[in-house]
C-alpha cells in the first residue's frame, strides 16, 4: 500500500504538541481494526519496533496510568508493577480507557491525555531509538517525534517492563 501524506485534521495530541513547540511529522496509513502495530508499521513502512504503543492501565486502586511501549514487545505486568511500587497493574477496559484519555481505542496518544497528571511510564529501550512513531490521536494516524520528548517534554518517567517472553 503506497504511504499516504494527507494532512489530518488537528487532534489534542497535534494541539498539545504544538503548544510546547514539539517538530513532528504526520503519517497517516489506512487503519485496520485489531491490525495494531504490526499493520501500522507495514503500511508506512517503518521497523515496529520503532512504533510505539499507548497502553492506558489502572493500580490495584483503579487509578490510571499510561505506558509506552515497543510495538513489537508485551508489557510485564508484574515487572511493571514492581517498578512503579504498585500491588497490581492491569489494562483498563476499553471504554474505561477513553473515558480517561479521551481517546477512542486505537487512536490512543500520551499528547494531550483528557486527565493532565495521569502518570506516564515510558520502557526504557524506546528512548534508544532515533525516532520514534506514536499514535496523534486518530485511528490511522502516527506523529513522528524525537523519542526525547517523552521524558524532557512529556515527563514520562523511565522503566523496564519489557515481558520476557515477547523480546
Same mark, same amino acid.
Given at each position: %500500500?503506497?504511504?499516504?501524506?494527507? $494532512? ?32 501500522? *508499521? +507495514? ?5 515496529? $519496533?520503532?512504533?510505539?504503543?499507548? @497502553?492506558? %492501565? ?7 496510568? #499510561? ?17 512503579? &511500587?504498585?500491588? +497490581? ?6 471504554? #474505561? &480507557?477513553?473515558?480517561? *484519555?479521551?481517546? %477512542? ?8 491525555? +483528557? ?36 521524558? &524532557?517534554? @512529556? ?13
Amino acid at each position: %500500500m503506497a504511504r499516504k501524506t494527507a $494532512h489530518v485534521s488537528e487532534t489534542p495530541a497535534t494541539q498539545w504538541l504544538r503548544g510546547q513547540g514539539v517538530e513532528y511529522t504526520e503519517h497517516v496509513y489506512d487503519y485496520v481494526d485489531r491490525g495494531g502495530t504490526a499493520e501500522s *508499521s +507495514k503500511q508506512l513502512g517503518v521497523d515496529e $519496533h520503532a512504533v510505539v504503543k499507548t @497502553l492506558v %492501565m489502572q493500580d490495584q486502586d483503579a487509578r490510571p496510568l #499510561v505506558v509506552l511501549m515497543h510495538g513489537d514487545r508485551q508489557v510485564s505486568l508484574k515487572n511493571l508493577a514492581r517498578c512503579i &511500587a504498585a500491588k +497490581k497493574v492491569e489494562p483498563c477496559k476499553p471504554e #474505561v &480507557a477513553q473515558r480517561h *484519555s479521551g481517546y %477512542m481505542v486505537g487512536g490512543t496518544s500520551p499528547f494531550g491525555f +483528557k486527565r493532565p497528571g495521569t502518570p506516564i511510564y515510558v520502557e526504557e529501550g524506546v528512548l534508544a531509538l532515533p525516532r520514534i512513531y506514536i499514535n496523534g490521536g486518530r485511528r490511522g494516524y502516527l506523529v513522528g517525534v524525537d523519542p526525547a520528548v517523552l521524558t &524532557a517534554v @512529556l515527563g514520562a518517567v523511565v522503566v523496564q517492563a519489557i515481558d520476557p517472553a515477547s523480546a
